[in-house]
């Protein structure tokens, strides 16, 4: 059976891919914060035929990451496919006069998702296969007011990715980049949901089969390709009219 381990599998995406994968028969570790809400993910994860284990797991804790990692390994007989899921959307608190909140989601979102991947990559070159993912954003493309934080963490993950990829292959290793816009998860709230949504389970059964394909970079859904594409060409005052139009305070 596949064994895949999971972080931010609470909620959201994360437990729409938990859900995704135990109805392939895999082995599953899931982890967030939250251990109770975990719970009941294990049950319905099992009760769809899967094989789940639950960890209680800040990303943010680089030590507690690395035991985690180890304890999956041995509890699963091993490891298949890390998915770097858990993070944190929200504005940057520009006017507020601390860094308090942009920072949290810049050490949430980049470097929750190194201190997830990373210790699981020393057993991937010695066994000559795995698939690291990550989760960024649409957002990686395309600069959103009040968002700083939160898209430049989306676009470093990415970059890190890509910093990757060429080393990382030659041990058969995969790096898959998930590239979401709006889909229906609990982070997404108010202002944004005038925006179309996603379901998250058809979003979820699509991410398996990408990562199950390997592909680098997978921009979902289709209609925000072309969009990114016309962004990179609009002339700087004029995108940052429009932007300026469309998210005129923040996304909550």
């Known amino acids: 059976m596949k064994r895949v381990f999971i972080t931010g599998a609470s909620s959201g995406?994360?437990?729409?891919?938990?859900?995704?994968?135990?109805?392939?028969?895999?082995i599953l570790g899931l982890s967030a914060r939250r251990e109770d809400i975990?719970?009941?993910?294990?049950?319905?994860?099992?009760?769809?035929?899967?094989t789940p284990f639950v960890y209680q797991l800040d990303v943010q804790e680089r030590n507690n990451c690395e035991t985690v990692a180890e304890q999956f390994k041995k509890d699963a007989g091993g490891i298949?496919?890390?998915?770097?899921?858990?993070?944190?959307?929200?504005?940057?608190?520009?006017?507020?006069?601390?860094?308090?909140?942009?920072n949290t989601i810049l050490n949430t979102n980049i470097l929750g998702v190194t201190n997830t991947?990373?210790?699981?990559?020393p057993t991937m070159k010695e066994q000559k296969i795995g698939t690291l993912v990550c989760i960024s954003s649409v957002a990686s493309f395309i600069?959103?007011?009040y968002h700083g934080g939160y898209a430049s963490s989306k676009v470093a993950i990415r970059m890190i990715f890509d910093s990757w990829r060429?080393?990382?292959?030659?041990?058969?290793?995969?790096?898959?980049?998930?590239?979401?816009?709006?889909?229906?998860?609990?982070?997404?709230?108010?202002?944004?949901?005038?925006?179309?949504?996603k379901s998250v389970t058809d979003a979820a059964e699509k991410f398996?089969?990408?990562?199950?394909?390997?592909?680098?970079?997978?921009?979902?859904?289709?209609?925000?390709?072309?969009?990114?594409?016309?962004?990179?060409?609009?002339?700087?005052?004029?995108?940052?009219?429009?932007?300026?139009?469309?998210?005129?305070?923040?996304i909550t």
């Open 80 to 102: 298949d496919c890390v998915i770097a899921n858990a993070g944190i959307g929200g504005d940057d608190g520009l006017y507020s006069g601390s860094s308090e909140k942009i």
């Open 166 to 197: 060429p080393t990382l292959q030659r041990y058969n290793i995969k790096t898959v980049s998930i590239c979401p816009g709006f889909v229906d998860t609990p982070i997404v709230k108010e202002t944004a949901r005038r925006f179309p949504m």
């Open 208 to 250: 398996v089969k990408v990562i199950d394909r390997g592909r680098s970079t997978y921009v979902y859904p289709w209609p925000y390709r072309p969009l990114i594409w016309i962004a990179r060409f609009v002339p700087e005052k004029l995108y940052n009219w429009l932007i300026k139009k469309i998210f005129h305070k923040p």
């Open 38 to 50: 975990l719970i009941n993910v294990a049950d319905e994860c099992r009760d769809l035929g899967g």
């Open 143 to 145: 600069p959103l007011p």
């Open 117 to 121: 991947l990373m210790p699981f990559i």
């Open 13 to 26: 995406i994360g437990k729409a891919l938990a859900h995704a994968y135990a109805k392939r028969k895999c």
